[in-house]
T-cell receptor, first 112, second 113 residues
Framework: QKEVEQNSGPLSVPEGAIASLNCTYS??????FFWYRQYSGKSPELIMFIYSNGDKEDGRFTAQLNKASQYVSLLIRDSQPSDSATYLC????????????FGGGTRLMVKP | EAGVTQFPSHSVIEKGQTVTLRCDPI?????LYWYRRVMGKEIKFLLH????????ESGMPNNRFLAERTGGTYSTLKVQPAELEDSGVYFCASSRRHPDTQYFGPGTRLTVL
């Protein structure tokens, strides 16, 4: 079992719809959770981070964390073609210093 | 505020040669990290500097890899001698505090032929 798992996709949604990206992690003691967006050939760009159970909203983005079920999700409302990218889930696990453990990423395609 | 920069953006070398990658973190960020992504795999942690000290080098694959951060500013990652399996994208990231959000550079794409 991978430490951080994501469906590789592609996840295809129509413009204006809600895109839902999911991530599960193996280490129950994980502390903090990050979503990065990566366009092809570019650097990972931080979208959101979340530390506590529940929802955290920032503009069109909502991160959801459920530590009991060991999953974290990212919702993108009113999806735009410019949101088309690979979304990386990264986890800072218990006793791992500041190291991030990444999932393989989910490729999102938003179709006009 | 300038972001994390990396040089070169691409490097193509032959097996057995040496390559040195450079990373300049965001000004004021004491924490510097190296990660890499090999084809088809996840981004994997290599090591973490706090200023000039190696805090965690548990991800370094073997002794062909040497990272330095003299003076606590920029960092270099040397691969000597390079092997085919070293091909991939090497990312650098920096953060102000520990723990804190890590900001990534554009990466260096290394191809070993």
């Amino acid at each position: 079992q991978k430490e951080v798992e994501q469906n590789s996709g592609p996840l295809s949604v129509p413009e204006g719809a809600i895109a839902s990206l999911n991530c599960t992690y193996s280490d129950r003691g994980s502390q903090s959770f990050f979503w990065y967006r990566q366009y092809s050939g570019k650097s990972p760009e931080l979208i959101m981070f979340i530390y506590s159970n529940g929802d955290k909203e920032d503009g069109r983005f909502t991160a959801q964390l459920n530590k009991a079920s060991q999953y974290v999700s990212l919702l993108i409302r009113d999806s735009q073609p410019s949101d088309s990218a690979t979304y990386l889930c990264a986890v800072n696990m218990w006793n791992a210093g500041n190291m991030l453990t990444f999932g393989g990423g989910t490729r999102l395609m938003v179709k006009p | 505020e300038a972001g994390v920069t990396q040089f070169p953006s691409h490097s193509v070398i032959e097996k057995g040669q040496t390559v040195t990658l450079r990373c300049d973190p965001i000004s004021g960020h004491d924490n510097l990290y190296w990660y890499r992504r090999v084809m088809g795999k996840e981004i994997k942690f290599l090591l973490h500097f706090v200023k000039e000290s190696k805090q965690d080098e548990s991800g370094m694959p073997n002794n062909r890899f040497l990272a330095e951060r003299t003076g606590g500013t920029y960092s270099t990652l040397k691969v000597q001698p390079a092997e085919l399996e070293d091909s991939g994208v090497y990312f650098c990231a920096s953060s102000r505090r520990h723990p804190d959000t890590q900001y990534f550079g554009p990466g260096t794409r290394l191809t070993v032929l």
